[in-house]
């Protein structure tokens, strides 16, 4: 997951979204654990657009 | 330094706060923890409550923390035809919007003076959980780790809801019971100073647009999206910015601030506790799906909460078994509301704009005596009966 940092605003809308629980926020520091199925609910979620999936290796 | 309390209560938001200060005036040792170096901050509310909302939850007004008094409330239809009521003119007890900033504050400060403990800059990162049970919480306070022991871990964490999951609490929403929300902060607007304002249709698709004013030409103007019809990337700004755009009231505006979040629009969790553990207020999904207000439910969850919690410190019993009569008494006390509005807000986002033009205009019509969403399904019901047949039995 891409976190477009200059455009997040720690809501934390994303960590509750997540049905894997794979996302973590502390105050302002977002991070996605190994648990990220890629299923994008949050990259759907986010109301400015600062999460993006990234491209399959 | 303490390392063990009979409570502690993750996120110091106003249920956090008020449980805090239930169980800590019965006599409980309390720790609250936030994550943010704040209280109250940053904002993620449109700050509407109804007075009644507070009083329920014994919580006594106090003006520092009002931003303005409502005079009434505006349902706007998609073709712009208006349902007014004019709540203070009818005599009704008005409503409010919060200086949430303040109101938090003042609510952690309340549970300070019945002996909390507060701590801030101070996240949990996990719960020490033993046969089934939790017994403490596993956190970072200013950078440094931390491992407190408790009776019960209180997961007042929000939306997020950290503590449930880690607890085995499923606190899952579906994609059509969230709303993702934006807001502004606005100044120099044209709107009226003291009325509230929902606009209704695909101009917000499955939730609504808001102004709720703070006081003098500044608002929270707002939107929230349901996620499962998010069409584009930055939809909620998107939507919200299209309709400022387009309304010359607001236009003329500018922001003060910008507020980013998610609302759960959904039944209340199964389950709210565990052995050693509870949820209450956002984490326990108790926000009203047909408004997306959490304050007021929140609040008076977290007295129930407060008191039961007290009850177990004097008995020196945290089990899921002892906690049961929390679960019964807020359930009591919220459960059919959030049902039938869930059911209610299930029906109204597959109406088209057209069956909501004719439901404002069946509404203003109708002689409703204050705005309620009771009342306005009530009055439905008898104007548009195929509307609410599903789930009449809760009107």
Same mark, same amino acid.
């Given at each position: 997951?891409? *976190?477009?940092? %200059?455009?997040?605003?720690? =809501?934390?809308? !994303?960590?509750?979204?997540?049905?894997?629980?794979?996302?973590?926020?502390?105050? *302002?520091?977002? %991070?996605?654990?190994?648990? =990220?199925?890629? !299923?994008?609910?949050?990259?759907?979620?986010?109301?400015?657009?600062?999460?993006?999936?990234?491209?399959?290796? | 330094?303490?390392?063990?309390?009979?409570?502690?209560?993750?996120?110091?938001?106003?249920?956090?706060?008020?449980?805090?200060?239930?169980?800590?005036?019965?006599?409980?040792?309390?720790?609250?923890?936030?994550?943010?170096?704040?209280?109250?901050?940053?904002?993620?509310?449109?700050?509407?409550?109804?007075?009644?909302?507070?009083?329920?939850?014994?919580?006594?007004?106090?003006?520092?923390?009002?931003?303005?008094?409502?005079?009434?409330?505006?349902?706007?239809?998609?073709?712009?035809?208006?349902?007014?009521?004019?709540?203070?003119?009818?005599?009704?007890?008005?409503?409010?919007?919060?200086?949430?900033?303040?109101?938090?504050?003042?609510?952690?400060?309340?549970?300070?003076?019945?002996?909390?403990?507060?701590?801030?800059?101070?996240?949990?990162?996990?719960?020490?959980?033993?046969?089934?049970?939790?017994?403490?919480?596993?956190?970072?306070?200013?950078?440094?780790?931390?491992?407190?022991?408790?009776?019960?871990?209180?997961?007042?964490?929000?939306?997020?809801?950290?503590?449930?999951?880690?607890?085995?609490?499923?606190?899952?929403?579906?994609?059509?019971?969230?709303?993702?929300?934006?807001?502004?902060?606005?100044?120099?607007?044209?709107?009226?100073?003291?009325?509230?304002?929902?606009?209704?249709?695909?101009?917000?698709?499955?939730?609504?647009?808001?102004?709720?004013?703070?006081?003098?030409?500044?608002?929270?103007?707002?939107?929230?999206?349901?996620?499962?019809?998010?069409?584009?990337?930055?939809?909620?700004?998107?939507?919200?910015?299209?309709?400022?755009?387009?309304?010359?009231?607001?236009?003329?505006?500018?922001?003060?601030?910008?507020?980013?979040?998610?609302?759960?629009?959904?039944?209340?969790?199964?389950?709210?506790?565990?052995?050693?553990?509870?949820?209450?207020?956002?984490?326990?999904?108790?926000?009203?799906?047909?408004?997306?207000?959490?304050?007021?439910?929140?609040?008076?969850?977290?007295?129930?909460?407060?008191?039961?919690?007290?009850?177990?410190?004097?008995?020196?019993?945290?089990?899921?078994?002892?906690?049961?009569?929390?679960?019964?008494?807020?359930?009591?006390?919220?459960?059919?509301?959030?049902?039938?509005?869930?059911?209610?807000?299930?029906?109204?986002?597959?109406?088209?704009?057209?069956?909501?033009?004719?439901?404002?205009?069946?509404?203003?019509?109708?002689?409703?005596?204050?705005?309620?969403?009771?009342?306005?399904?009530?009055?439905?019901?008898?104007?548009?009966?195929?509307?609410?047949?599903?789930?009449?039995?809760?009107?």
């Amino acid at each position: 997951m891409i *976190v477009r940092i %200059e455009k997040c605003m720690h =809501c934390g809308g !994303c960590v509750g979204t997540c049905p894997q629980n794979a996302i973590y926020l502390n105050e *302002v520091v977002l %991070e996605f654990n190994e648990r =990220c199925n890629r !299923c994008g609910r949050c990259v759907k979620f986010c109301p400015v657009a600062a999460l993006k999936l990234e491209a399959k290796a | 330094m303490r390392t063990d309390y009979d409570v502690i209560v993750v996120g110091a938001g106003p249920a956090g706060s008020v449980t805090a200060y239930h169980a800590a005036k019965k006599g409980a040792s309390v720790l609250l923890i936030e994550k943010r170096q704040e209280i109250g901050s940053s904002l993620r509310c449109a700050e509407g409550i109804s007075r009644g909302g507070l009083k329920k939850a014994g919580i006594e007004l106090d003006r520092k923390w009002v931003a303005t008094d409502i005079a009434g409330a505006k349902l706007v239809s998609p073709n712009g035809s208006l349902f007014r009521l004019d709540e203070k003119h009818a005599g009704n007890e008005v409503g409010m919007v919060l200086e949430r900033h303040l109101f938090d504050k003042a609510m952690a400060a309340r549970a300070a003076r019945a002996g909390a403990e507060i701590k801030v800059k101070t996240a949990a990162t996990g719960l020490m959980i033993e046969d089934g049970t939790v017994k403490g919480v596993k956190g970072i306070s200013f950078g440094e780790p931390f491992s407190y022991t408790a009776g019960c871990v209180v997961g007042a964490d929000g939306y997020e809801s950290q503590v449930g999951r880690w607890a085995g609490i499923d606190t899952t929403v579906k994609p059509s019971d969230i709303t993702t929300c934006f807001q502004y902060r606005m100044t120099n607007l044209k709107s009226e100073p003291d009325f509230c304002e929902f606009v209704l249709g695909s101009a917000a698709p499955g939730g609504y647009l808001w102004i709720f004013p703070k006081g003098g030409d500044t608002a929270n103007v707002g939107i929230g999206v349901l996620l499962s019809r998010v069409n584009k990337p930055a939809a909620a700004k998107w939507y919200l910015d299209e309709w400022i755009k387009k309304d010359p009231r607001l236009s003329c505006g500018q922001p003060l601030e910008a507020v980013a979040g998610a609302v759960s629009v959904s039944p209340p969790v199964e389950k709210a506790i565990g052995n050693g553990v509870l949820l209450v207020g956002d984490a326990a999904r108790v926000i009203d799906p047909i408004t997306g207000g959490g304050i007021a439910n929140g609040c008076l969850q977290a007295v129930h909460a407060g008191e039961v919690l007290g009850e177990c410190a004097q008995a020196g019993d945290f089990s899921e078994a002892a906690l049961k009569k929390y679960e019964k008494l807020w359930r009591d006390d919220l459960e059919n509301k959030l049902w039938r509005n869930w059911m209610a807000k299930e029906k109204l986002v597959t109406l088209s704009d057209a069956t909501l033009d004719k439901i404002i205009e069946t509404l203003s019509e109708c002689d409703i005596k204050s705005m309620s969403v009771y009342n306005l399904l009530a009055a439905l019901k008898s104007k548009m009966p195929e509307l609410v047949k599903e789930f009449e039995e809760f009107i």
